[in-house]
């Protein structure tokens, strides 16, 4: 029984790592790893989750004391799949109903978190499109759409690969904002028609957390208050990073052609 209950936490814990790690709110991972305990009778279930831990207790009603157990995840990394979390969600339902025993929940678990998703090229493809078109919201024109849909896909390119490095985040949209101001002041000193701003809200958009600015405000209304403090720094460091990309260059080119940025 006690080896049951351990196997069952530890794989409602991995459900709920999964869908910290790519971007589902404190309450949906709290709520996810609660259910798939209680379905296997442990009554008293306490979970506790932060941006970067889950904390979880389980026991049985009217057992002992010593048959509490606990068990504490560190999470260290954090990106934005929704396909994944949708996917774990639909996984924790079909266990809850008895569907899937923990040995087939686990092991679809492992796939899930294999998975890559969609191809770089696609989603260089679309990321690069919408936020090309996002600069046209700004007014730009077909030239700047073109120059800011290539920085949109050098800003993926360069961010996916030093996700993969696991650079700090702030690094890592740093860098990401760097790449779409030097691609906006090359074009524009090429080709006198480009303005500067367009270009360069086209390629940080892609960089905009706004799915941590979303999921902090979600989680301070349902009074996950350290989630959500959590998050919000998160998404401020994150704004901060590519600012000061940006900026960097920015201020470097001024320098450079004596305070004339063209």
């Given amino acids: 029984m006690k080896n049951e209950s351990k196997s069952i936490m530890v794989m409602a814990v991995y459900a709920g790592e999964i869908l910290l790690k790519n971007g589902a709110e404190t309450y949906r991972v709290e709520d996810t790893i609660t259910h798939i305990c209680q379905s296997a009778n442990h009554e008293y279930v306490e979970v506790f989750v932060t941006p970067t831990g889950i904390f979880v207790s389980i026991d049985q ?14 999470i260290k990394t954090r990106s934005i799949n929704l396909e994944k979390v949708a996917q774990v969600n639909d996984l924790s339902r079909r266990f809850v109903a008895g569907a899937l025993t923990v040995t087939e929940a686990m092991d679809e678990l492992k796939t899930i978190e294999k998975s890559t998703g969609y191809p770089f090229w696609q989603k260089a493809l679309v990321g690069g499109l919408s936020s090309a078109l996002f600069s046209v919201l700004f007014g730009a024109n077909v030239v700047e759409f073109v120059i800011a849909f290539m920085a949109s896909v050098m800003v993926n390119n360069v961010t996916s690969n030093m996700d993969r490095a696991s650079f700090p985040l702030f690094i890592n949209h740093l860098a990401g904002g760097v790449t779409a101001a030097v691609v906006a002041v090359l074009a524009s000193s090429l080709i006198p028609m480009v303005e500067l701003d367009k ?13 941590a600015v979303t999921n902090a405000i979600r989680d301070s209304i349902a009074g996950d208050l350290i989630s959500g403090m959590a998050k919000g720094a998160e998404a401020l460091i994150i704004a901060t990073s590519i600012a000061l990309g940006v900026g960097a260059v920015l201020k470097v080119w001024l320098m450079l052609l004596g305070g004339i940025l063209a």
């Fill in 199 to 211: 270009v360069i809200v086209g390629g940080v958009i892609v960089l905009v957390p706004g799915v």
């Fill in 61 to 74: 009603k009217g057992t002992s004391n010593g048959n509490m157990m606990t068990f504490i995840k560190r």
